[in-house]
């Protein structure tokens, strides 16, 4: 069965999780990715976060579906090495602040004089143009300057980061998109490729613009609330019986009735301090009890039980064991079984958007570091054994 992007090649020269996450999506989706890494360390993915046997588990699944090649970007040579490639390639994608790309002549600019075809997706940590340009960052800054950090945590404790990777995997889907809107319009309008400029703030903030809409029209700072939220009540998560933890969203003004009429108080919904979606936001606190003291006399699979049953939108807080144990995502495979070449069988999360005609797919977890230099350097650009020798020899790959 093809694929959507089946002779599509993208060359991804970007380190860490952002811009490899956008070419591992497009991976997914057919697209021939060729990553390219330092000669002797690699990309910094491959020794970050948990490791068994040396192998790091994040990069087996951040890798999966690309070939590996090494080459030093520093070098002159090597920058040479990568301009023949982008001149083969539809899509590059680069993190390398904008002032180091001109140094090495690896702007848009220079890339596209022998490759106008081609689309360039340049993820820094602040983007292009400004005073920022050129400072490095990372997701962890992201978060901060995005406002999401301001906003997560309890009312009186610090501001709070996620414990993932939360700004680079936002900015990585809005890469995703940004690239196949510009490979359509490049190949229905006029030919030629474009430069997507993306950081890691961007993306984030419109997630949290709501708190810049409500300063801007009505002058309030939006403060920590926890796990609840200014605009929807109840929100919380709940403690059991049994010392677990049940999720629950009264969003919907039906939903918030329903949540009522199972924890036994059908009589909230008529009440004026309640049943109006301002006025229970205005009452939040006595809501929240209500909902908290019912569901703590309860166990889990009591609760779940009853929420279930007035459908109410509720749902038990999971860790890795119970996400691969649900029954549901069972069923839909969200986390497939690959076979790796290191570590044999591992759990990797399936692709995420089920397209019925083009599904997306794993071929394979990350490879070795320059598995495929043969491939890259003999099938693609055409070197002969000595070329690729000497290349060795001067640690250009």
Request: glycine share 8%.
């Amino acid at each position: 069965m093809t694929r959507s992007l089946e002779g599509i090649r993208v060359i991804d020269a970007a380190s860490l999780a952002a811009g490899p996450l956008v070419a591992t999506y497009l991976g997914e989706l057919g697209a021939e990715v060729i990553k390219i890494e330092p000669p002797g360390t690699g990309d910094a993915i491959r020794k970050w976060g948990a490791q068994k046997d040396g192998h790091g588990l994040m990069w087996k699944s951040v890798g999966r579906n690309k070939r590996t090649a090494t080459l030093d970007m520093r070098q002159p040579a090597g920058q040479d090495l990568l301009r023949k490639l982008a001149a083969t390639a539809d899509v590059i994608i680069l993190n390398t602040r904008p002032s180091t790309l001109e140094r090495w002549g690896l702007s848009y600019e220079t890339l596209s004089q022998d490759n106008p075809g081609l689309v360039m997706l340049h993820i820094t940590g602040f983007g292009a143009g400004g005073p920022y340009s050129d400072r490095p960052g990372f997701g962890t800054l992201g978060e901060a300057m995005s406002g999401f950090a301001h906003t997560t945590g309890q009312q009186d404790g610090p501001p709070t980061l996620p414990s993932f990777m939360l700004a680079d995997g936002v900015a990585a889907l809005t890469g995703t998109y940004a690239v196949l809107a510009a490979l359509r319009h490049r190949d229905t309008h006029d030919e030629t490729g474009q430069l997507i400029d993306l950081n890691l703030i961007e993306p984030l903030a419109r997630l949290i613009e709501q708190s810049v809409l409500t300063y801007d029209q009505l002058g309030i700072v939006q403060t920590r609330f926890g796990n609840k939220w200014d605009i929807s009540a109840p929100r919380n998560t709940y403690r059991t019986k049994d010392d677990q933890w049940i999720a629950i969203s009264g969003s919907a003004p039906t939903i918030a009735k329903r949540i009522f009429q199972a924890i036994g108080r059908p009589d909230l919904s008529d009440h004026p301090d309640f049943g109006d979606p301002q006025q229970r936001l205005k009452n939040a606190d006595a809501v929240d009890a209500a909902v908290a003291e019912w569901v703590a006399e309860r166990s889990l699979d009591e609760a779940m039980s009853v929420f279930e049953r007035e459908e109410v939108a509720a749902a038990p807080v999971y860790d890795a064991p119970r996400l691969l144990a649900d029954p549901h995502l069972q069923a839909r495979n969200t986390y497939a079984t690959v076979q790796d070449s290191d570590l044999g069988p591992m759990r990797l999360q399936a692709p995420v958007p089920r397209l019925s005609k083009t599904p997306a797919a794993i071929d394979h977890t990350g490879r070795a570091l320059g598995e495929d230099n043969d491939f890259v350097y003999r099938d693609v650009l055409g070197l002969d054994e000595q070329e690729i020798e000497q290349l060795h020899r001067d640690n250009i790959i």
